[in-house]
T-cell receptor, first 114, second 116 residues
């Protein structure tokens, strides 16, 4: 049972375009939503994160939009570049047994073509 | 340049053999995570340690997997006996956590395990 549903699983975008990755969750106990970026042969690295009391967070070309009532959040990559080609994971975190337990989405493989 | 290191980076073994994966967390970090990544399941949490004590290993098959932290600079994940379905990339991550608040996890480069 996937607690964090992510789509699409793969995405091809032209250079300069907008990449959009969507995630949905069911458990309202989640209280932190990070996005991780993973390049081939590397481990995931934190890209950007948001708390549910904020509807949007922007860092450079990366923006998270958060809809608490719909239990959905998305990552937008503006002016996508070939260097953004990677796998992106959304995640949701909540306190459990004294620590923050993180549940990851299945991942989206993004390819930005010149 | 602080980073999580993992060894070996690649491991090919035969079914039934013991496999040991090692992780050196970032110096000063007090929490260590083990994850398994597959195409079908994505990233799954296997075990979590804080201050070297296991807090959650509910994601780990208990009959064949074991995780330990012999000291603050070494975490190990063992599979005995290994099976083809264990083939995956295993990641170690570390973080500093002073309480329940979320802190960024820093991932190692992973160990790609192939069990024939």
């Amino acid at each position: 049972q996937q607690q964090v549903k992510q789509s699409p699983q793969s995405l091809i975008v032209q250079k300069g375009g907008i990449s959009i990755i969507n995630c949905a969750y069911e458990n309202t106990a989640f209280d932190y939503f990070p996005w991780y970026q993973q390049f081939p042969g590397k481990g995931p690295a934190l890209l950007i994160a948001i708390r549910p009391d904020v509807s949007e967070k922007k860092e450079g070309r990366f923006t998270i939009s958060f809809n608490k009532s719909a239990k959905q959040f998305s990552l937008h990559i503006m002016d996508s570049q070939p260097g953004d080609s990677a796998t992106y994971f959304c995640a949701a975190s909540m306190g459990s047994g004294g620590y923050q337990k993180v549940t990851f989405g299945i991942g989206t493989k993004l390819q930005v073509i010149p | 340049d602080a980073r999580v290191t993992q060894t070996p980076r690649h491991k090919v073994t035969e079914m039934g053999q013991e496999v040991t994966m090692r992780c050196q967390p970032i110096l000063g970090h007090n929490t260590v995570f083990w994850y398994r990544q597959t195409m079908m399941q994505g990233l799954e949490l296997l075990a979590y340690f804080r201050n070297r004590a296991p807090l959650d290993d509910s994601g780990m098959p208990k009959d064949r997997f074991s995780a330990e932290m012999p000291d603050a600079t070494l975490a190990t994940l063992k599979i005995q006996p290994s099976e083809p379905r264990d083939s995956a990339v295993y990641f170690c991550a570390s973080a500093w956590r002073g309480g329940i608040k979320y802190n960024e996890q820093f991932f190692g480069p992973g160990t790609r395990l192939t069990v024939l």
